[in-house]
T-cell receptor, first 120, second 111 residues
Framework: NAGVMQNPRHLVRRRGQEARLRCSPM?????VYWYRQLPEEGLKFMVY????????ESGMPKERFSAEFPKEGPSILRIQQVVRGDSAAYFC??????????????????FGPGTRLTVL | SQQGEEDPQALSIQEGENATMNCSYK?????LQWYRQNSGRGLVHLIL???NEREKHSGRLRVTLDTSKKSSSLLITASRAADTASYFC???????????WGAGTKLIIKP
C-alpha cells in the first residue's frame, strides 16, 4: 500500500515563475491537507480539501496561491509568480474520513515526503 | 499563532540514555500527536493520544497527556543513533480539524 506521494521532491524556480506541487493521497483517503514548513520552524496549515471541494483555506495566502483536488488525479498546490519568501518545504497529508462523528476528526494524518521549493 | 510549544528546543544525549521531550498547548483538544522528521525528509507519525487518555506506549515510546496542565511528554527509552531527528507535537483543536504544530525539538543521539 503506497503512502502519500508528492512530486517533485525538489523544485527550483526563478522569481516570477509558477510552481506546481502535486500530492497523491493514500489509497482510499479522500481528505488532503497542505502544510508549509519554513526553515527551523514547525508546520503551518495552509488548506484542507476533499474531492472537488475546498473545505478550509484559512491558512493560504490570499494572493498567488491556489489549491485543488479534482475528482480524478492528484491534489495540486499552485503558486503563481513565486518570490524568494515562498522557498520552503511543502508537505501534503491525507486522512480517512472518520465515520459516525458529528464533525470530522483529523485522527491520523499521513504525510508525504514533501516538496522542497527553492526560489532563486 | 502556534498552539504547541516543544521543550527543550534541542536535546543532546548519549546513546542508551532516555530522552524526554515536552509539549504544551493552549486550547482544548481532541487529540495530540507526535511526529518525527529526519533531516531532509518527510514526517513520520509516531503516536496519537486522545484527550481521554493519560498514557500510551508504542515500542520504546511512551507518551503522557495531562489535560489539566495542557501538556504532553514524549519519552524515548534506550535511545539509538537512529533516533536522531526533530520531534514535533501537533494538536487537533476542538473547534476545527487543523493540526496545529509546535516548532519541534531537535534530538541528537551521540554514539
Amino acid at each position: 500500500n503506497a503512502g502519500v506521494m508528492q512530486n517533485p521532491r525538489h523544485l527550483v524556480r526563478r522569481r516570477g515563475q509558477e510552481a506546481r506541487l502535486r500530492c497523491s493521497p493514500m489509497k482510499g483517503h479522500s481528505h488532503v491537507y497542505w502544510y508549509r514548513q519554513l526553515p527551523e520552524e514547525g508546520l503551518k496549515f495552509m488548506v484542507y480539501l476533499q474531492k472537488e471541494n475546498i473545505i478550509d483555506e484559512s491558512g493560504m495566502p490570499k494572493e498567488r496561491f491556489s489549491a485543488e483536488f479534482p475528482k480524478e488525479g492528484p491534489s495540486i498546490l499552485r503558486i503563481q509568480q513565486v518570490v524568494r519568501g515562498d522557498s520552503a518545504a511543502y508537505f501534503c497529508a491525507s486522512s480517512l474520513e472518520v465515520p459516525g462523528q458529528g464533525r470530522l476528526s483529523t485522527d491520523t494524518q499521513y504525510f508525504g515526503p514533501g516538496t522542497r521549493l527553492t526560489v532563486l | 499563532s502556534q498552539q504547541g510549544e516543544e521543550d527543550p528546543q534541542a536535546l543532546s544525549i548519549q546513546e542508551g540514555e532516555n530522552a524526554t521531550m515536552n509539549c504544551s498547548y493552549k486550547t482544548s483538544i481532541n487529540n495530540l500527536q507526535w511526529y518525527r522528521q529526519n533531516s531532509g525528509r518527510g514526517l513520520v507519525h509516531l503516536i496519537l493520544i486522545r484527550s481521554n487518555e493519560r498514557e500510551k506506549h508504542s515500542g520504546r515510546l511512551r507518551v503522557t497527556l495531562d489535560t489539566s496542565k495542557k501538556s504532553s511528554s514524549l519519552l524515548i527509552t534506550a535511545s539509538r543513533a537512529a533516533d536522531t531527528a526533530s520531534y514535533f507535537c501537533a494538536t487537533d483543536a476542538r473547534v476545527n480539524y487543523q493540526l496545529i504544530w509546535g516548532a519541534g525539538t531537535k534530538l541528537i543521539i551521540k554514539p
